[in-house]
């Protein structure tokens, strides 16, 4: 009888806390929905600035960050998922392995503003790139890779062992137990961490203020080397340091709704890759 008055116990109170972040992230997302939804229109998406930002659209910071999300995803994902094959199917135990993990996990725990300035050191000023696509790019790549290792690797030491013994003992080399066995099963894992750490990067501003943002610019980029808008810095300019920041109001709230609008979008577009590739396992 105790053993079952504490779990009902215990259901509760992890009911009560879920429902305390559905509670919190519903009532933000109202909250942006009624201070935001009067400045969405199909001007507000598809034209630039105008009037010192009081007025005009987000086209050029809707496409920069665009762009920044699918250079990070270009970059980021084969590189975490290529080292985490490597830490999980290849790599012996030993200090060198330990010190990689080590160095892995604390990368994941460095605040953000750090990878800006070393983005602002070593891509903009060592490599001579200049503040530019290719540096926002770059940055947030590092930014997200740490955590697109650490899930990949997690999802591949989750098959089990017995998947890969099964390969071997049909004649396949250990790279084609990895490609066609174990990256299969564990990519629903995968898919999951690389989406979930793009879109954390997609509303960063510190990687981006140092290296790739700028303030306005009145063309889209057409080179890597080129400056762009991101969603993320234009809310803090209109926040912070526009002029005529009071005027900008409704245009901050829609802003701050679109960026919302496009993070959730990573996190559902995460889900339900996962249930697919879920559904394909069982098959």
Known sequence: ???????????V?????????????????????????????????????????????????LVGTGYLMAGTVVISVPLGVGAAVWLSEYARGGRWLRAV???VNALAGVPSIVFGLFGLA????????????????LTLSLLALPVVIRAAEEALRAVPEEF???????????????HTVVLPAALPGILTGAILAVGRAAGETAPIMFTAAAYYTPRLPRSPLDE???????????????TFFWKTRHLQYGTA?????????????AGLLRARARRRKRW
Not at 1 to 11: D, Q, T
Not at 32 to 59: C, K
Not at 122 to 137: C, D, E, Y
Not at 164 to 178: N, S
């Open 1 to 11: 009888m105790r053993r079952r008055h504490w779990e009902g116990l215990g259901y």
């Open 164 to 178: 890969r013994e099964g390969a071997y003992a049909l004649g396949a080399t250990p790279w084609q137990a990895i």
């Open 257 to 269: 709704l679109a960026l919302l609008v496009l993070v959730l979008s990573f996190y559902l577009i």
């Open 13 to 61: 109170l992890l009911s009560l806390s879920a429902g305390a972040v559905l509670l919190v992230l519903g009532a933000v997302v109202l909250f942006l929905l009624v201070q935001g939804a009067p400045a969405l229109s199909w001007e507000f998406f598809t034209s630039f600035p105008r009037r010192g930002m009081t007025q005009g659209g987000i086209l050029p910071a």
């Open 101 to 103: 993990r080590v160095g």
């Open 228 to 242: 762009v808008m991101a969603l993320p810095y234009h809310l803090y300019v209109m926040a912070t340091e526009s």
């Open 122 to 137: 070593f891509f903009v000023k060592a490599m001579g790139l200049g503040v530019s696509l290719l540096s926002g790019v």
